[in-house]
Protein backbone atom coordinates (compact mmCIF):
# COMPACT_ATOMS: atom_id res chain seq x y z
CA UNK A 1 0.00 0.00 0.00
CA UNK A 2 1.06 3.39 -0.61
CA UNK A 3 0.94 6.39 1.79
CA UNK A 4 0.75 9.41 0.68
CA UNK A 5 2.04 12.48 2.73
CA UNK A 6 -1.13 13.44 4.54
CA UNK A 7 -1.50 10.19 6.01
CA UNK A 8 2.55 9.94 6.60
CA UNK A 9 1.95 13.19 8.42
CA UNK A 10 -0.81 11.69 10.74
CA UNK A 11 0.91 8.71 11.31
CA UNK A 12 4.15 10.62 12.84
CA UNK A 13 1.79 12.39 14.90
CA UNK A 14 0.17 9.37 16.45
CA UNK A 15 4.03 8.06 16.67
CA UNK A 16 4.84 11.42 19.00
CA UNK A 17 1.43 11.23 21.22
CA UNK A 18 2.46 7.33 21.85
CA UNK A 19 5.86 8.20 22.46
CA UNK A 20 4.85 10.96 25.01
CA UNK A 21 2.54 8.73 26.63
CA UNK A 22 5.31 5.88 27.10
CA UNK A 23 7.58 8.65 28.60
CA UNK A 24 5.13 10.56 31.53
CA UNK A 25 3.72 7.09 32.51
CA UNK A 26 7.40 6.32 33.51
CA UNK A 27 8.72 6.98 36.90
CA UNK A 28 8.76 10.57 36.53
CA UNK A 29 11.43 10.99 39.28
CA UNK A 30 11.99 14.57 41.33
CA UNK A 31 9.89 17.53 40.43
CA UNK A 32 11.34 20.17 38.51
CA UNK A 33 9.89 23.91 39.01
CA UNK A 34 7.68 25.77 37.04
CA UNK A 35 9.98 27.86 34.44
CA UNK A 36 13.21 27.04 35.48
CA UNK A 37 16.07 29.35 34.05
CA UNK A 38 19.28 27.75 32.79
CA UNK A 39 21.13 28.61 36.46
CA UNK A 40 18.39 27.47 38.17
CA UNK A 41 18.08 24.24 36.27
CA UNK A 42 21.79 22.91 36.35
CA UNK A 43 22.09 23.88 39.90
CA UNK A 44 19.34 21.49 40.37
CA UNK A 45 21.25 18.99 38.35
CA UNK A 46 24.74 19.49 39.80
CA UNK A 47 23.19 18.75 43.43
CA UNK A 48 21.36 16.03 42.05
CA UNK A 49 17.83 17.11 43.20
CA UNK A 50 17.10 15.75 40.04
CA UNK A 51 18.47 13.93 36.71
CA UNK A 52 18.06 15.12 33.04
CA UNK A 53 15.86 11.94 32.70
CA UNK A 54 13.57 13.68 35.29
CA UNK A 55 13.55 16.53 33.25
CA UNK A 56 12.74 15.30 29.96
CA UNK A 57 9.91 13.57 31.25
CA UNK A 58 8.52 16.72 32.78
CA UNK A 59 8.75 18.71 29.49
CA UNK A 60 7.39 15.27 27.74
CA UNK A 61 4.73 15.66 30.38
CA UNK A 62 3.79 19.18 29.40
CA UNK A 63 3.98 18.69 25.70
CA UNK A 64 1.30 16.28 26.12
CA UNK A 65 -0.99 18.11 28.54
CA UNK A 66 -0.87 21.27 26.90
CA UNK A 67 0.20 20.83 23.53
CA UNK A 68 -1.18 17.82 22.07
CA UNK A 69 -4.04 17.96 24.70
CA UNK A 70 -5.92 20.83 26.67
CA UNK A 71 -5.48 23.86 24.86
CA UNK A 72 -4.16 22.37 22.36
CA UNK A 73 -1.07 25.08 21.21
CA UNK A 74 0.02 22.96 18.28
CA UNK A 75 3.53 24.32 19.30
CA UNK A 76 5.71 21.43 18.57
CA UNK A 77 5.48 19.96 15.29
CA UNK A 78 7.33 16.43 16.40
CA UNK A 79 8.88 15.51 19.44
CA UNK A 80 12.34 13.50 19.37
CA UNK A 81 12.04 10.04 19.24
CA UNK A 82 15.35 9.68 21.02
CA UNK A 83 14.69 12.30 24.22
CA UNK A 84 14.57 9.91 26.57
CA UNK A 85 18.08 8.18 25.46
CA UNK A 86 19.96 11.56 25.33
CA UNK A 87 18.69 12.33 28.49
CA UNK A 88 19.37 9.07 29.97
CA UNK A 89 23.66 9.45 28.00
CA UNK A 90 23.84 12.92 29.56
CA UNK A 91 22.40 11.62 33.12
CA UNK A 92 25.43 8.94 32.73
CA UNK A 93 28.55 11.23 31.44
CA UNK A 94 31.13 12.57 33.64
CA UNK A 95 31.36 16.13 31.96
CA UNK A 96 28.56 18.08 33.02
CA UNK A 97 30.48 21.65 32.37
CA UNK A 98 28.60 22.57 29.29
CA UNK A 99 27.05 25.75 28.98
CA UNK A 100 23.80 24.01 28.29
CA UNK A 101 24.28 20.71 30.13
CA UNK A 102 21.22 19.14 30.82
CA UNK A 103 19.08 22.33 29.34
CA UNK A 104 15.92 21.34 27.09
CA UNK A 105 15.99 23.37 23.72
CA UNK A 106 13.71 22.90 20.79
CA UNK A 107 14.45 23.56 17.45
CA UNK A 108 12.25 25.19 14.52
CA UNK A 109 11.26 22.77 11.60
CA UNK A 110 13.92 24.27 9.26
CA UNK A 111 17.05 23.72 10.97
CA UNK A 112 18.21 20.17 9.68
CA UNK A 113 18.56 17.45 12.20
CA UNK A 114 20.26 14.21 11.00
CA UNK A 115 18.50 12.09 13.42
CA UNK A 116 15.14 10.58 13.94
CA UNK A 117 13.53 14.17 13.75
CA UNK A 118 12.15 15.29 10.34
CA UNK A 119 13.41 19.09 8.84
CA UNK A 120 10.36 20.41 6.52
CA UNK A 121 9.94 23.55 7.14
CA UNK A 122 6.41 22.93 7.91
CA UNK A 123 5.88 21.19 4.42
CA UNK A 124 4.21 17.99 3.57
CA UNK A 125 6.35 18.26 0.27
CA UNK A 126 9.66 17.87 2.48
CA UNK A 127 8.12 14.43 4.29
CA UNK A 128 10.29 12.30 1.98
CA UNK A 129 13.46 13.38 2.12
CA UNK A 130 16.36 14.40 4.94
CA UNK A 131 19.50 16.32 5.45
CA UNK A 132 23.01 14.54 4.99
CA UNK A 133 24.12 15.96 8.04
CA UNK A 134 23.25 18.14 11.56
CA UNK A 135 23.38 21.85 11.00
CA UNK A 136 25.89 23.43 11.88
CA UNK A 137 24.74 25.11 15.14
CA UNK A 138 23.07 21.86 15.98
CA UNK A 139 26.09 20.12 16.09
CA UNK A 140 26.90 23.30 18.76
CA UNK A 141 24.31 22.27 20.70
CA UNK A 142 24.86 19.20 20.80
CA UNK A 143 28.43 19.55 21.93
CA UNK A 144 27.10 22.20 24.93
CA UNK A 145 25.35 19.33 26.29
CA UNK A 146 21.73 20.61 25.55
CA UNK A 147 18.81 17.79 25.17
CA UNK A 148 17.47 18.17 21.65
CA UNK A 149 13.57 17.81 22.82
CA UNK A 150 11.44 18.37 19.48
CA UNK A 151 10.83 20.83 16.39
CA UNK A 152 9.14 23.36 16.98
CA UNK A 153 5.94 24.32 14.18
CA UNK A 154 6.55 27.58 12.22
CA UNK A 155 4.75 29.47 9.01
CA UNK A 156 5.61 27.16 6.47
CA UNK A 157 8.47 28.01 4.35
CA UNK A 158 9.25 30.25 7.17
CA UNK A 159 6.21 32.56 5.95
CA UNK A 160 7.68 32.77 2.45
CA UNK A 161 4.49 30.72 0.82
CA UNK A 162 1.96 33.55 -0.12
CA UNK A 163 1.32 36.78 0.43
CA UNK A 164 -1.99 36.62 1.69
CA UNK A 165 -0.71 33.60 4.74
CA UNK A 166 -1.41 32.96 8.38
CA UNK A 167 1.33 32.95 10.37
CA UNK A 168 2.24 29.89 12.40
CA UNK A 169 0.31 27.53 10.08
CA UNK A 170 1.64 24.92 8.26
CA UNK A 171 0.46 21.81 6.44
CA UNK A 172 2.15 19.59 8.52
CA UNK A 173 2.04 21.29 11.95
CA UNK A 174 -1.56 23.48 11.56
CA UNK A 175 -2.30 26.56 13.33
CA UNK A 176 -0.36 27.35 16.43
CA UNK A 177 -1.93 28.87 18.80
CA UNK A 178 -0.97 32.11 20.77
CA UNK A 179 -0.74 30.45 25.08
CA UNK A 180 -2.27 33.87 26.84
CA UNK A 181 -5.16 33.52 24.65
CA UNK A 182 -5.44 30.80 21.76
CA UNK A 183 -7.89 32.46 19.34
CA UNK A 184 -5.28 35.15 18.71
CA UNK A 185 -2.12 34.62 16.59
CA UNK A 186 1.89 33.63 17.80
CA UNK A 187 3.18 35.33 14.72
CA UNK A 188 5.97 33.94 12.56
CA UNK A 189 8.02 32.46 11.48
CA UNK A 190 9.05 31.36 14.58
CA UNK A 191 5.75 30.88 15.95
CA UNK A 192 6.55 27.34 17.22
CA UNK A 193 9.45 28.64 19.20
CA UNK A 194 7.56 31.40 20.97
CA UNK A 195 4.87 29.51 22.14
CA UNK A 196 6.62 26.91 23.16
CA UNK A 197 8.96 28.90 25.57
CA UNK A 198 6.05 30.98 26.45
CA UNK A 199 4.12 28.07 27.96
CA UNK A 200 7.23 26.18 29.40
CA UNK A 201 6.94 23.05 26.92
CA UNK A 202 11.10 23.68 27.01
CA UNK A 203 13.74 26.17 28.71
CA UNK A 204 15.06 27.40 25.38
CA UNK A 205 14.24 27.23 21.51
CA UNK A 206 16.00 28.51 18.61
CA UNK A 207 13.91 30.15 15.98
CA UNK A 208 15.27 31.96 12.84
CA UNK A 209 14.75 34.93 10.83
CA UNK A 210 15.07 36.42 7.69
CA UNK A 211 12.91 39.57 8.72
CA UNK A 212 10.72 39.60 12.21
CA UNK A 213 10.64 35.82 12.35
CA UNK A 214 12.29 35.77 15.48
CA UNK A 215 11.26 39.06 17.61
CA UNK A 216 7.82 39.15 16.30
CA UNK A 217 6.96 35.74 17.80
CA UNK A 218 9.31 36.72 20.90
CA UNK A 219 6.83 39.72 21.26
CA UNK A 220 3.82 38.24 20.83
CA UNK A 221 4.20 35.57 23.18
CA UNK A 222 5.68 37.75 26.24
CA UNK A 223 9.41 36.44 25.44
CA UNK A 224 13.28 37.48 24.76
CA UNK A 225 13.94 37.35 21.35
CA UNK A 226 17.34 38.15 19.72
CA UNK A 227 17.91 38.27 16.43
CA UNK A 228 21.79 38.50 15.43
CA UNK A 229 23.96 40.57 13.40
CA UNK A 230 23.95 38.32 10.08
CA UNK A 231 27.22 36.31 9.84
CA UNK A 232 27.50 35.69 14.17
CA UNK A 233 25.46 32.58 13.91
CA UNK A 234 25.73 30.26 10.83
CA UNK A 235 23.24 29.37 8.38
CA UNK A 236 24.55 26.23 7.17
CA UNK A 237 22.06 23.60 7.17
CA UNK A 238 18.91 25.67 7.93
CA UNK A 239 16.53 25.64 4.95
CA UNK A 240 16.90 29.22 3.78
CA UNK A 241 15.48 32.48 2.26
CA UNK A 242 17.84 35.14 2.30
CA UNK A 243 21.59 34.65 2.26
CA UNK A 244 21.75 37.99 3.01
CA UNK A 245 19.19 38.35 5.40
CA UNK A 246 18.59 34.67 7.39
CA UNK A 247 20.55 34.32 10.40
CA UNK A 248 19.32 31.70 13.45
CA UNK A 249 18.52 33.01 17.05
CA UNK A 250 17.63 32.32 20.60
CA UNK A 251 13.98 32.39 22.28
CA UNK A 252 13.90 32.33 25.79
CA UNK A 253 12.36 33.70 28.92
CA UNK A 254 15.14 35.49 30.15
CA UNK A 255 17.73 38.07 28.82
CA UNK A 256 20.47 35.67 30.58
CA UNK A 257 18.87 32.47 29.32
CA UNK A 258 19.52 33.86 25.81
CA UNK A 259 22.69 35.57 26.25
CA UNK A 260 23.91 31.36 27.49
CA UNK A 261 22.20 30.31 24.43
CA UNK A 262 23.94 32.89 21.90
CA UNK A 263 27.02 32.27 23.24
CA UNK A 264 26.62 28.47 22.41
CA UNK A 265 25.00 28.92 18.85
CA UNK A 266 27.47 31.76 17.99
CA UNK A 267 31.05 30.93 16.00
CA UNK A 268 32.48 30.72 12.58
CA UNK A 269 31.91 28.00 10.52
CA UNK A 270 33.62 27.14 7.10
CA UNK A 271 30.73 26.27 5.76
CA UNK A 272 28.59 29.86 5.93
CA UNK A 273 31.33 32.43 4.55
CA UNK A 274 29.21 35.24 6.40
CA UNK A 275 31.19 34.10 9.54
CA UNK A 276 34.50 34.71 7.84
CA UNK A 277 35.25 37.50 10.38
CA UNK A 278 34.87 34.89 13.26
CA UNK A 279 37.64 32.93 12.34
CA UNK A 280 40.21 35.59 14.24
CA UNK A 281 37.62 37.56 16.12
CA UNK A 282 36.17 34.49 18.17
CA UNK A 283 32.82 35.74 19.61
CA UNK A 284 32.79 36.29 23.51
CA UNK A 285 31.06 34.63 26.02
CA UNK A 286 27.72 36.76 26.25
CA UNK A 287 26.96 35.88 29.90
CA UNK A 288 29.39 38.47 31.03
CA UNK A 289 27.70 41.47 29.25
CA UNK A 290 24.39 40.79 32.02
CA UNK A 291 25.22 44.33 33.86
CA UNK A 292 22.17 45.84 36.35
CA UNK A 293 24.16 48.86 35.68
CA UNK A 294 24.53 48.81 32.09
CA UNK A 295 22.20 51.36 31.10
CA UNK A 296 23.75 54.11 33.01
CA UNK A 297 24.54 56.84 31.09
CA UNK A 298 23.55 55.34 27.56
CA UNK A 299 21.97 57.44 25.00
CA UNK A 300 18.81 55.55 23.51
CA UNK A 301 16.92 56.95 20.41
CA UNK A 302 13.19 56.75 20.31
CA UNK A 303 12.41 56.05 17.10
CA UNK A 304 8.39 57.45 17.70
CA UNK A 305 7.83 57.24 13.79
CA UNK A 306 7.60 53.10 14.97
CA UNK A 307 5.46 54.05 18.03
CA UNK A 308 1.83 55.69 18.17
CA UNK A 309 -0.39 52.61 16.14
CA UNK A 310 -2.21 52.10 19.45
CA UNK A 311 -3.06 54.32 22.04
CA UNK A 312 -2.64 51.61 24.81
CA UNK A 313 0.51 50.39 23.66
CA UNK A 314 2.07 53.68 23.90
CA UNK A 315 0.91 54.22 27.22
CA UNK A 316 2.89 50.98 27.92
CA UNK A 317 6.20 52.20 25.91
CA UNK A 318 6.24 55.74 27.30
CA UNK A 319 6.72 53.77 31.21
CA UNK A 320 9.19 51.38 29.93
CA UNK A 321 10.83 54.66 28.68
CA UNK A 322 10.62 55.89 32.47
CA UNK A 323 11.89 53.16 33.24
CA UNK A 324 15.06 53.17 30.46
CA UNK A 325 15.45 57.04 32.19
CA UNK A 326 15.46 55.73 35.89
CA UNK A 327 18.15 53.56 35.26
CA UNK A 328 20.29 56.23 34.02
CA UNK A 329 20.35 56.30 30.52
CA UNK A 330 20.16 59.54 28.79
CA UNK A 331 16.87 59.55 26.74
CA UNK A 332 16.66 61.10 22.97
CA UNK A 333 13.13 61.82 21.77
CA UNK A 334 12.38 61.79 19.15
CA UNK A 335 15.42 60.37 17.00
CA UNK A 336 14.83 60.36 12.47
CA UNK A 337 15.71 56.62 11.20
CA UNK A 338 15.84 57.80 7.51
CA UNK A 339 15.50 55.60 4.43
CA UNK A 340 12.21 53.23 5.87
CA UNK A 341 9.54 54.05 3.51
CA UNK A 342 12.87 53.56 1.11
CA UNK A 343 13.01 49.18 1.59
CA UNK A 344 10.15 47.28 1.16
CA UNK A 345 10.42 46.93 -2.72
CA UNK A 346 13.75 46.45 -2.97
CA UNK A 347 13.80 43.45 0.07
CA UNK A 348 11.01 41.63 -1.65
CA UNK A 349 12.94 41.79 -5.26
CA UNK A 350 16.02 40.82 -3.80
CA UNK A 351 14.13 37.93 -1.46
CA UNK A 352 12.63 36.43 -4.19
CA UNK A 353 15.64 36.48 -6.27
CA UNK A 354 17.53 34.32 -3.05
CA UNK A 355 15.18 32.20 -2.19
CA UNK A 356 15.33 30.88 -5.50
CA UNK A 357 19.03 30.47 -5.54
CA UNK A 358 19.02 29.47 -1.75
CA UNK A 359 16.16 26.84 -1.59
CA UNK A 360 17.57 25.28 -4.82
CA UNK A 361 20.79 24.59 -3.51
CA UNK A 362 19.18 22.83 0.05
CA UNK A 363 17.01 20.56 -1.86
CA UNK A 364 19.24 19.27 -4.14
CA UNK A 365 21.43 18.68 -1.31
CA UNK A 366 19.05 16.43 0.58
CA UNK A 367 18.22 12.42 0.52
CA UNK A 368 15.22 11.15 -0.54
CA UNK A 369 12.02 11.17 -2.84
CA UNK A 370 10.92 15.00 -1.92
CA UNK A 371 11.08 17.67 -4.37
CA UNK A 372 14.77 19.02 -5.06
CA UNK A 373 14.03 22.04 -6.67
CA UNK A 374 11.59 25.16 -6.04
CA UNK A 375 9.82 24.19 -9.32
CA UNK A 376 9.48 20.46 -8.08
CA UNK A 377 7.62 22.03 -5.00
CA UNK A 378 5.10 24.15 -6.64
CA UNK A 379 4.51 21.06 -9.08
CA UNK A 380 3.72 19.18 -5.31
CA UNK A 381 1.80 21.44 -3.67
CA UNK A 382 -0.65 21.69 -6.93
CA UNK A 383 -0.76 18.10 -7.20
CA UNK A 384 -1.47 17.78 -3.53
CA UNK A 385 -3.71 21.21 -3.16
CA UNK A 386 -6.45 19.97 -0.90
CA UNK A 387 -3.59 19.11 2.03
CA UNK A 388 -1.36 21.75 1.37
CA UNK A 389 -3.28 24.59 0.17
CA UNK A 390 -6.51 24.76 1.87
CA UNK A 391 -6.85 28.46 3.24
CA UNK A 392 -3.87 30.19 0.44
CA UNK A 393 -1.89 29.63 -2.54
CA UNK A 394 1.87 29.62 -3.28
CA UNK A 395 1.93 32.68 -4.83
CA UNK A 396 4.97 33.86 -3.22
CA UNK A 397 6.97 30.55 -4.42
CA UNK A 398 5.77 31.57 -8.27
CA UNK A 399 7.49 35.17 -8.11
CA UNK A 400 10.27 33.46 -6.94
CA UNK A 401 10.44 30.64 -9.65
CA UNK A 402 10.23 33.68 -12.11
CA UNK A 403 13.37 35.26 -11.36
CA UNK A 404 16.92 34.77 -12.84
CA UNK A 405 20.29 34.01 -11.29
CA UNK A 406 21.89 36.69 -8.42
CA UNK A 407 23.84 37.89 -11.33
CA UNK A 408 20.80 40.19 -13.10
CA UNK A 409 21.39 43.59 -12.18
CA UNK A 410 17.51 43.88 -10.97
CA UNK A 411 18.76 41.81 -8.32
CA UNK A 412 22.05 43.11 -7.83
CA UNK A 413 21.24 46.58 -7.44
CA UNK A 414 18.10 45.78 -5.62
CA UNK A 415 19.94 44.30 -2.86
CA UNK A 416 23.22 46.96 -2.84
CA UNK A 417 20.67 49.43 -2.33
CA UNK A 418 18.07 48.04 0.45
CA UNK A 419 21.18 47.15 2.52
CA UNK A 420 23.03 50.22 2.33
CA UNK A 421 19.79 52.58 2.80
CA UNK A 422 18.79 49.83 5.67
CA UNK A 423 22.41 50.18 7.11
CA UNK A 424 24.87 52.70 6.44
CA UNK A 425 21.80 55.22 5.89
CA UNK A 426 19.90 54.30 7.93
CA UNK A 427 20.67 52.80 11.38
CA UNK A 428 24.41 53.97 11.40
CA UNK A 429 23.09 57.55 10.44
CA UNK A 430 20.79 57.87 13.06
CA UNK A 431 23.03 56.56 15.49
CA UNK A 432 26.01 58.89 14.69
CA UNK A 433 23.83 61.98 14.16
CA UNK A 434 22.71 61.79 17.91
CA UNK A 435 25.54 59.82 19.43
CA UNK A 436 23.35 56.95 20.21
CA UNK A 437 24.10 53.84 21.63
CA UNK A 438 21.16 52.12 20.54
CA UNK A 439 17.29 53.08 19.12
CA UNK A 440 14.20 51.92 20.95
CA UNK A 441 10.56 51.73 19.39
CA UNK A 442 7.79 48.97 20.67
CA UNK A 443 8.18 45.25 18.29
CA UNK A 444 4.68 45.13 17.61
CA UNK A 445 1.29 45.80 19.17
CA UNK A 446 -0.76 42.93 20.81
CA UNK A 447 -1.35 39.69 19.32
CA UNK A 448 -4.17 39.59 16.57
CA UNK A 449 -7.13 36.71 15.90
CA UNK A 450 -5.39 34.13 14.00
CA UNK A 451 -7.52 34.48 10.14
CA UNK A 452 -7.27 31.63 8.20
CA UNK A 453 -9.43 32.86 5.64
CA UNK A 454 -8.04 36.85 5.32
CA UNK A 455 -4.56 36.32 6.62
CA UNK A 456 -2.79 38.65 9.02
CA UNK A 457 -3.33 41.50 10.35
CA UNK A 458 0.19 42.66 12.37
CA UNK A 459 -0.70 46.16 14.10
CA UNK A 460 3.21 48.03 14.44
CA UNK A 461 6.33 45.75 14.08
CA UNK A 462 7.98 48.46 11.68
CA UNK A 463 10.90 48.02 13.27
CA UNK A 464 11.44 44.92 12.41
CA UNK A 465 12.78 46.01 8.64
CA UNK A 466 15.75 48.23 8.76
CA UNK A 467 17.71 45.91 11.08
CA UNK A 468 16.81 42.69 9.10
CA UNK A 469 17.71 44.40 6.12
CA UNK A 470 20.76 45.56 7.04
CA UNK A 471 22.07 42.32 8.96
CA UNK A 472 22.16 44.12 11.97
CA UNK A 473 21.34 43.11 15.71
CA UNK A 474 17.83 43.09 16.91
CA UNK A 475 16.77 42.08 20.61
CA UNK A 476 12.89 42.43 21.81
CA UNK A 477 12.28 42.29 25.56
CA UNK A 478 8.86 41.84 27.47
CA UNK A 479 7.15 45.58 28.46
CA UNK A 480 3.81 44.80 29.50
CA UNK A 481 1.06 43.67 27.96
CA UNK A 482 -2.52 45.08 26.65
CA UNK A 483 -5.87 43.68 27.52
CA UNK A 484 -3.88 40.65 28.87
CA UNK A 485 -1.71 40.34 26.04
CA UNK A 486 2.14 40.71 25.55
CA UNK A 487 4.13 43.68 23.87
CA UNK A 488 7.92 43.64 23.11
CA UNK A 489 10.16 46.65 23.47
CA UNK A 490 12.86 46.27 20.72
CA UNK A 491 16.16 47.66 20.77
CA UNK A 492 18.45 47.88 17.78
CA UNK A 493 21.84 48.90 16.93
CA UNK A 494 24.65 48.54 14.61
CA UNK A 495 26.44 45.67 12.78
CA UNK A 496 28.21 43.21 15.80
CA UNK A 497 26.73 45.52 18.93
CA UNK A 498 25.08 42.64 20.91
CA UNK A 499 27.05 43.17 23.69
CA UNK A 500 25.93 46.32 24.07
CA UNK A 501 22.52 45.41 23.74
CA UNK A 502 22.25 42.27 25.90
CA UNK A 503 23.63 44.90 28.65
CA UNK A 504 20.75 47.22 27.76
CA UNK A 505 18.63 44.62 27.70
CA UNK A 506 19.00 42.87 30.87
CA UNK A 507 19.17 45.92 32.64
CA UNK A 508 15.80 47.30 31.53
CA UNK A 509 14.74 43.46 32.03
CA UNK A 510 15.83 43.59 35.66
CA UNK A 511 14.36 47.03 36.49
CA UNK A 512 10.92 46.24 35.08
CA UNK A 513 10.11 42.60 35.80
CA UNK A 514 7.35 43.55 32.90
CA UNK A 515 7.16 39.66 31.98
CA UNK A 516 4.08 37.65 32.92
CA UNK A 517 3.60 34.06 32.26
CA UNK A 518 0.17 33.14 30.08
CA UNK A 519 -2.46 31.44 32.25
CA UNK A 520 -2.82 27.60 30.91
CA UNK A 521 -5.03 25.17 32.70
CA UNK A 522 -4.67 21.59 31.93
CA UNK A 523 -4.68 17.81 33.67
CA UNK A 524 -0.57 17.56 33.88
CA UNK A 525 -1.44 13.86 35.01
CA UNK A 526 0.32 11.51 33.14
CA UNK A 527 -1.97 9.67 30.92
CA UNK A 528 -3.37 6.09 31.73
Known sequence: MRLNSATVARAIVALTAVLIASAVAADSGPGVPAEPDVRQLQAALKAHRTTVTAVAQHYLQRIN??????????????????????????????????????????????????????????????LGSRPRQDAFIVRKLRTSGALLLAKTNL?????????????????????????YDTTRNACGSSSGSGVAVAADLTVLAVGTETD???????????????????????????????????????????????????????????????????????????????DTGALRGKRIG????FAGFDDEVDVVFNQALQVLQAQGAIIVDPVELPNTDKLAADEKTALLYEFKDGLNRNLAARIGTAPRSLAEVIAWNKAHAAQEMPWFGQDVLIDAQAKGPLTEAAYVQARERAQRLAG?????????HDHLDALVAPTAGPAHVSDLIDGDHVLGGDITAPPAIAGYPHITVPMGAVHGLPVGLSFVGTAFSEPKLIGIAYAYEQASHARQPPHLRADLKAPN
Open 65 to 126: ALDVQGPALHSIIQVNPDAAALAAQLDAGSAQAGVLFGVPVVLKDNIETADRMLTTAGSLAL
Open 155 to 179: SEWANFRSNRSTSGWSGRGGLTRNP
Open 212 to 290: GSVVCPSSFNGIVGIKPTVGLVSRSGIIPISAKQDTAGPMARSVADAAALLTVLAGYDPDDPATAPLKTAPPPDYRKFL
Open 302 to 305: VVRK
Open 424 to 432: RDGIDAALA
